[in-house]
């Protein structure tokens, strides 16, 4: 007689963050500077338009215009057109407009380190890391001395199958930018993603270590080793982070979370409860935890906050049910039938069956089991129909 209705999992997935190294390229502004050329100049508003991230705008006004229009630097023209087309996500497209700048630059003179930066932008986004790494080549020692440089290098590298020479970029750029924390953060996600959660958090706590932390980085941070693999290096950073910011509710929902991947139910709840005192949101996560952990009175005394009547009395039943007070579990029935659950779930139906048979009311039981039409629910209610029959006919049939 061990047969149990299937047991919620209360604790939702939190948001997931953005953590693959595609993140390289976020932050960048891919606009070219505002123009200070005449009012005649035919480029200068959708120069303008770009450079103030009216993508739709620019498009409109550099599809009136052609490389030969009268007026109109054929370069500058493919610039624009590729940093436009770079915003829009359309990588190989920005790659030709790109190169077909960098082909027009005048003879003799060096490539333009910041559009060889943004060809190799535009070279990953169409899934061409080689070609990246040779635009970034093309735009010579120079191009060092742009901010985003490391994280093109990192991913090209790391695209390649060559973490090494990407962790190595972006420490680099790291020396090289010390005021860039996404450099770090890369390196974090890159080590965590080789496995190596020990040295990520050796990274992530020297990250949050530095005054312009936030409790949504230190959260990213750790969600980032707790999906690796490593929530207890995710627990360390967080109870780290919570000591600064013990109220955080993201914090201590990733320290829940973390705690349970542990098999730490009661530790999960304990998390939650203070964030959970202020937000009846929270009281059936709270409340599942503590069901899970075995405090029966506990989770029913949290049960008794969450704030959906239909959520509340499906958790309460669980609740009683998985601590064995089968005759209080029998009794909800009629407030299962009022808010309109007994009649639409027969996995619930039948866990209230169950404790009717527990609780010994044998013909509530039977009456229960009555019309199960799922397969796997309708051969549960056989045997506990047969399991029905042999205690009517004798006590020790229940044994």
Same mark, same amino acid.
């Given at each position: 007689?061990?047969?149990?209705?299937?047991?919620?999992?209360?604790?939702?997935?939190?948001?997931?963050?953005?953590?693959?190294?595609?993140?390289?390229?976020?932050?960048?502004?891919?606009?070219?500077?505002?123009?200070?050329?005449?009012?005649?100049d035919?480029?200068?508003?959708?120069?303008?338009?770009?450079?103030?991230?009216?993508?739709?705008?620019?498009?409109?006004?550099?599809?009136?215009?052609?490389?030969?229009?009268?007026?109109?630097?054929?370069?500058?023209?493919?610039r624009?057109?590729?940093?436009?087309?770079?915003?829009?996500?359309?990588?190989?497209?920005?790659?030709?407009?790109?190169?077909?700048?960098?082909?027009?630059?005048?003879?003799?003179?060096?490539?333009d380190?910041?559009?060889?930066?943004?060809?190799?932008?535009a070279?990953?986004?169409?899934?061409?890391?080689?070609?990246?790494?040779?635009?970034?080549?093309?735009?010579?020692?120079?191009?060092?001395?742009?901010?985003?440089?490391?994280?093109?290098?990192?991913?090209?590298?790391?695209?390649?199958?060559r973490?090494?020479?990407?962790?190595?970029?972006?420490?680099?750029?790291?020396?090289?930018?010390?005021?860039?924390?996404?450099?770090?953060?890369?390196?974090?996600?890159?080590?965590?993603?080789?496995?190596?959660?020990?040295?990520?958090?050796?990274?992530?706590?020297?990250?949050?270590?530095?005054?312009?932390?936030?409790?949504?980085?230190?959260?990213?941070?750790?969600?980032?080793?707790?999906?690796?693999?490593?929530?207890? /290096?995710?627990?360390?950073?967080?109870?780290g982070?919570?000591?600064?910011?013990?109220?955080?509710?993201?914090?201590?929902?990733?320290?829940?979370?973390?705690?349970?991947a542990?098999?730490?139910?009661?530790?999960?709840?304990?998390?939650?409860?203070?964030?959970?005192?202020?937000?009846?949101?929270?009281?059936?996560?709270?409340?599942?935890?503590y069901?899970?952990?075995?405090?029966?009175?506990?989770a029913?005394?949290?049960?008794?906050?969450?704030?959906?009547?239909?959520?509340?009395?499906?958790?309460?039943?669980?609740?009683?049910?998985?601590?064995?007070?089968?005759?209080?579990?029998?009794?909800?029935?009629?407030?299962?039938?009022?808010?309109?659950?007994l009649?639409s779930?027969?996995?619930?139906?039948?866990?209230?069956?169950?404790?009717?048979? /527990?609780?010994g009311?044998?013909?509530?039981?039977?009456?229960?089991?009555?019309?199960?039409?799922?397969?796997?629910?309708?051969?549960?209610?056989?045997?506990?129909?047969?399991?029905?029959?042999?205690?009517?006919?004798s006590?020790?049939?229940?044994?």
């Amino acid at each position: 007689m061990s047969a149990h209705p299937p047991r919620p999992r209360r604790l939702a997935p939190l948001a997931p963050l953005a953590l693959g190294l595609a993140l390289l390229m976020a932050g960048v502004s891919l606009a070219a500077p505002r123009a200070s050329t005449p009012t005649t100049d035919p480029l200068a508003l959708p120069a303008l338009l770009l450079s103030d991230g009216h993508l739709d705008r620019a498009a409109a006004e550099l599809a009136l215009l052609r490389p030969d229009s009268p007026g109109v630097d054929p370069a500058r023209y493919h610039r624009l057109m590729g940093l436009l087309q770079l915003q829009q996500g359309e990588g190989a497209a920005a790659a030709t407009s790109l190169r077909a700048a960098l082909d027009l630059r005048p003879t003799g003179s060096a490539p333009d380190p910041a559009l060889c930066l943004s060809l190799a932008r535009a070279e990953l986004l169409a899934g061409a890391p080689t070609r990246a790494l040779e635009a970034l080549a093309l735009g010579g020692a120079a191009v060092e001395d742009l901010p985003g440089t490391p994280r093109v290098r990192a991913k090209a590298a790391n695209d390649l199958g060559r973490p090494a020479e990407a962790l190595r970029a972006l420490e680099d750029g790291a020396r090289r930018f010390p005021n860039d924390r996404e450099l770090v953060r890369q390196q974090v996600i890159l080590v965590a993603g080789l496995g190596l959660s020990q040295e990520a958090l050796a990274r992530a706590e020297v990250l949050l270590a530095d005054a312009a932390a936030t409790p949504a980085e230190a959260a990213s941070l750790a969600e980032l080793l707790r999906r690796s693999g490593a929530p207890d /290096r995710a627990l360390l950073l967080l109870e780290g982070a919570m000591l600064r910011a013990p109220t955080d509710p993201d914090l201590r929902a990733r320290a829940a979370a973390a705690h349970r991947a542990l098999g730490q139910p009661l530790a999960a709840a304990r998390a939650l409860e203070p964030i959970a005192a202020t937000d009846p949101a929270w009281a059936d996560e709270v409340a599942e935890l503590y069901r899970e952990a075995g405090r029966t009175e506990t989770a029913l005394l949290w049960n008794g906050r969450v704030p959906d009547p239909k959520e509340k009395t499906r958790q309460r039943f669980a609740i009683l049910l998985d601590g064995e007070e089968f005759e209080r579990a029998a009794g909800l029935e009629d407030r299962l039938d009022r808010v309109g659950l007994l009649r639409s779930d027969e996995a619930l139906r039948y866990g209230v069956a169950y404790a009717h048979f /527990r609780a010994g009311a044998l013909e509530d039981a039977d009456r229960l089991l009555i019309g199960m039409s799922d397969p796997k629910l309708f051969a549960q209610a056989t045997e506990l129909r047969a399991a029905i029959a042999r205690c009517a006919e004798s006590p020790e049939g229940c044994a």
